[in-house]
């Protein structure tokens, strides 16, 4: 018998029973019978509960992760979506790049006044044309390049 309870799936996926119990209601995965008053599952659910984690922690929605399995519950996972997710990233990190970059730049910045730094302003008007908003592509170019420290 490979399956296994609810408990057994908890423990060995790091997921809580009360996130599988979610996880089940959604439809994301699926118990195959009862032992006692406990769920069981096919022990290839650990997999799909991986496939998940990974979707999640790439920042994809349980709604995006659902549309990934097919009617026979086999992953089938759309590349273009996967792409879009690459280039969101993308933009991210550049977003959080410049925002290191100038809290580096205050932190170390020689000027007695913050406001006197001409390249602490350029962060400000940036920031609050929201050109550092989690939106913006172009950060790096409102707030100049990256130079050395």
């Known amino acids: 018998m490979n399956d296994l309870d609810i408990a057994e799936v908890a423990r060995r996926s790091g997921v809580p029973a009360s996130t599988l119990r979610f996880y089940e209601e959604r439809g994301l995965i699926a118990s195959i019978g009862r032992r006692g ?10 997999d799909r509960l991986a496939l998940i984690a990974l979707g999640r922690s790439a920042g994809f929605s ?27 990233l993308d933009r991210t990190i550049r977003r959080l790049i410049a925002m ?4 580096r730049h205050a ?13 602490f302003r350029r962060y400000l008007r940036a920031a609050a044309s929201g050109a550092m908003a989690p939106h913006e592509p ?3 170019k409102v707030v100049g390049r990256r130079t050395k420290r």
């Open 37 to 46: 008053l406990r769920r069981t599952f096919e022990a290839s659910v650990l």
């Open 62 to 88: 349980l709604e995006e992760i659902i549309r990934t399995f097919t009617f026979d519950n086999r992953p089938e996972i759309d590349r273009q979506m996967l792409v879009a997710k690459a280039d969101e």
């Open 100 to 103: 290191r970059d100038g809290l």
């Open 107 to 119: 932190a170390a910045c020689s000027s007695p006044n913050h406001m006197d730094c001409p390249r």
């Open 138 to 140: 172009s950060v790096r």
